[in-house]
């Protein structure tokens, strides 16, 4: 398959990456085929984070006894000091049974207090220096899910990588977060390239990505022929038609009303609800495992019963979303699906 220079980290790698969310649902057996399907296909470029369960086990199973020049591994830590970086970095080393990452990158830096801990002294952003030098990792790197820290991030000048949502829906990062990105010569990952499992044509929404050879989606995969079906997509080479284009639109009309790009203008909430992670449990239901999309996401919904319906939210909203709405239909749906997996 042919490959791409990943930004100025100089690494040679497939143009669509591996997304390690979805085999956390699979037994180990699976996994690892999955894994080996999409190796054999020519990707060898590989995303996931301490904080998918053991998808990081699984992936060490697939590749063990592969040259590992051969192979880009990148995870991520949620982790904000410096501590607890060094010991996820330790953790990611063992569980993918290899002696060094390639991109290491802090996981979701989307918010003020975020920026500033891993930033502040014996923060995570000191552990990554350490780990560099040490040669644990290779480069650093930084996902986001508000444009706004994606762009004051990679202002920092000390990243090689961004790893942002991108697709024909979630098109934020087009604004600044893109040009500024490849100005500085940043790999670019496009993490939920089918907004998180909400989208379900492969063919419009890679057409979509694969317009642009400078940036990576990096599809979360679960069953056998998904990577294939995307890697045929690339192949052909086919540009978006203008049918693909109205077809684009109409889908986008159609989730207008509900579709959450979680940029966060709606907060802070006066009653504390995470108003983005309740619009997303629909996303969170798919592409994760009952445990872990629980522990993620109950307490998180939990806090609608709090909801005063006081409208904040809906004029803060930048795409007019009925918030206090699309709350309790997300909470009845989250509900449902609790009392499915218990």
């Known amino acids: 398959m042919k490959r791409t220079i990943f930004g100025k980290t100089g690494l040679s790698v497939s143009p669509i990456a591996f997304g390690g969310i979805p085999i956390m649902r699979l037994s180990t057996p699976e996994a690892v085929k999955i894994v080996k399907e999409a190796l054999d296909l020519g990707i060898n470029f590989i995303d996931t984070a301490t904080g998918y369960a053991d998808s990081q086990v699984k992936i060490g199973e697939a590749i063990r006894g592969l040259p590992r020049k051969d192979l880009v ?98 098109k934020q990062a087009e604004e600044e977060v893109l040009p500024l990105a490849k100005k500085m010569n940043l790999g670019i990952i496009a993490m939920k390239p089918l907004g998180g499992g909400l989208l379900d044509d492969a063919n419009l929404c890679f057409k979509f990505l694969f317009k642009d050879d400078g940036i990576v989606p990096d599809p979360g995969i679960e069953k056998p022929g998904q990577m294939k079906e995307i890697v045929d997509i690339f192949n052909k080479a086919e540009k978006l038609t203008k ?38 449990v629909k996303s969170f239901i798919k592409r994760m495992n009952a445990e872990k999309a629980v522990a993620m996401v109950s307490e998180v919904v939990k806090k609608v019963e709090s909801c005063t319906e006081c409208g904040e939210c809906i004029k803060r909203c930048p795409y007019s979303l009925d918030i206090p709405n699309l709350l309790k239909e997300n909470r009845l749906v989250w509900k449902e699906y609790v009392k499915k997996n218990s």
């Open 243 to 280: 049918a693909d284009l109205a077809e684009m639109e109409k889908i986008k009309k159609e989730t207008s009303k509900s579709w959450c790009h979680r940029c966060d203008y709606c907060q802070p909430c006066p009653q504390g609800i995470g108003i983005s992670t309740v619009l997303l």
């Open 73 to 170: 591994l990148a995870t991520k830590s949620m982790a904000n000091d410096k501590k607890t970086i060094l010991e996820h970095i330790d953790n990611s080393l063992k569980q993918m049974k290899t002696d060094y990452i390639d991109i290491y990158q802090l996981h979701n830096v989307s918010s003020k207090e975020k920026f500033d801990a891993i930033f502040a002294k014996d923060g995570a952003f000191e552990g990554l220096m350490l780990a560099v030098k040490q040669g644990k990792i290779r480069f650093p790197g930084f996902s986001a899910h508000v444009m706004e820290f994606a762009v004051k991030m990679i202002k920092t000048d000390k990243f090689f990588s961004v790893q942002i949502p991108y697709n024909f829906i979630d």
